[in-house]
C-alpha cells in the first residue's frame, strides 16, 4: 500500500518570506498523482497544486511551487512570499492512475503558521 | 459552477444510533469519494462511487455504508454509531476522463457521537 509521510508537524514562516513543506512517499507504482492541498480552519480542503509523476517539471501555481524528486520519492511544496492566508493545515497526497484505485492517500499534515 | 455541497454541516449522535450524510458534487461529476478525518487517524478513505456503482471502498467496517444517485448526489450512512465514529466528514467529486482528474472537496460534515 502506498504511504505518504510529512515529517513536520508544525512550521513557522514570516510574512513575505519562503517556506517549504516537506513530504515523501512510498510506491511500486511507476506513474501517479502527486498532490498538495490545504485546509484552512474554516475545513474546506482546498487544492494547492499538482503534479503528475512521468513529468519532469515542477509544477507551479503562482506563488506556490514543488520540488518534485521521483527516484527519491519526494514531493516538497515552497510557498514564496508568504501571506498571512497561507496560514493552514497542509495535506500532501498520491493518487494511483490505476482505474478504480482512484482514492487519496494522505501524509498527516502540516500546520503552516505565519507571523506578521 | 456551484462546489460540492454537503449536508447536515453539523450533526450531534448518541451511540447506537444511526446517521446519514449527503453530498451533491460539482455538475458533471460522476465520481464521489469520501473521507473520514479524525485527530488521531488523519484522513482516511472510506468508498468512491462512479455511475451508482461503489468502486472502491478503504478498510472501515460494514457500519459504514453508502450509495449514489442518478443525478451523481451521494449519501453515506453509519449504522450503530461508536464514540470513535466522531469525526469529520468529507466528499469529494472528481470529472472522469480528465488528465490528474483531481478531487474537488466539499465542506465537510462534523459529526460528534456523545
Known amino acids: 500500500a502506498q504511504t505518504v509521510t510529512q515529517s513536520q508537524p508544525e512550521m513557522s514562516v514570516q510574512e513575505a518570506e519562503t517556506v517549504t513543506l516537506s513530504c515523501t512517499y512510498d510506491t511500486s507504482e511507476s506513474d501517479y498523482y502527486l498532490f498538495w492541498y490545504k485546509q484552512p480552519p474554516s475545513r474546506q480542503m482546498i487544492l494547492v497544486i499538482r503534479q503528475e509523476a512521468y513529468k519532469q517539471q515542477n509544477a507551479t501555481e503562482n506563488r506556490f511551487s514543488v520540488n518534485f524528486q521521483k527516484a527519491a520519492k519526494s514531493f516538497s511544496l515552497k510557498i514564496s512570499d508568504s501571506q498571512l492566508g497561507d496560514a493552514a493545515m497542509y495535506f500532501c497526497?498520491?493518487?494511483?492512475?490505476?482505474?478504480?484505485?482512484?482514492?487519496?492517500?494522505f501524509g498527516t499534515g502540516t500546520r503552516l503558521t505565519v507571523i506578521p | 459552477k456551484a462546489g460540492v455541497t454537503q449536508t447536515p454541516r453539523y450533526l450531534i449522535k448518541t451511540r447506537g444510533q444511526q446517521v446519514t450524510l449527503s453530498c451533491s458534487p460539482i455538475?458533471?461529476?460522476?465520481?464521489v469519494s469520501w473521507y473520514q478525518q479524525t485527530p488521531g487517524q488523519g484522513l482516511q478513505f472510506l468508498f468512491e462511487y462512479f455511475s451508482e456503482t461503489q468502486r472502491n471502498k478503504g478498510n472501515f467496517p460494514g457500519r459504514f455504508s453508502g450509495r449514489q444517485f442518478s443525478n451523481s448526489r451521494s449519501e453515506m450512512n453509519v449504522s450503530t454509531l461508536e464514540l470513535g465514529d466522531s469525526a469529520l466528514y468529507l466528499c469529494?467529486?472528481?470529472?472522469?476522463?480528465?488528465?490528474?482528474?483531481?478531487?474537488?472537496f466539499g465542506p465537510g460534515t462534523r459529526l460528534l457521537v456523545l
Open positions: 469529494a467529486s472528481r470529472l472522469e476522463g480528465l488528465p490528474l482528474g483531481t478531487q474537488y
Open positions: 497526497a498520491y493518487r494511483s492512475k490505476q482505474t478504480g484505485a482512484n482514492n487519496l492517500f
Open positions: 455538475s458533471g461529476h460522476r465520481s
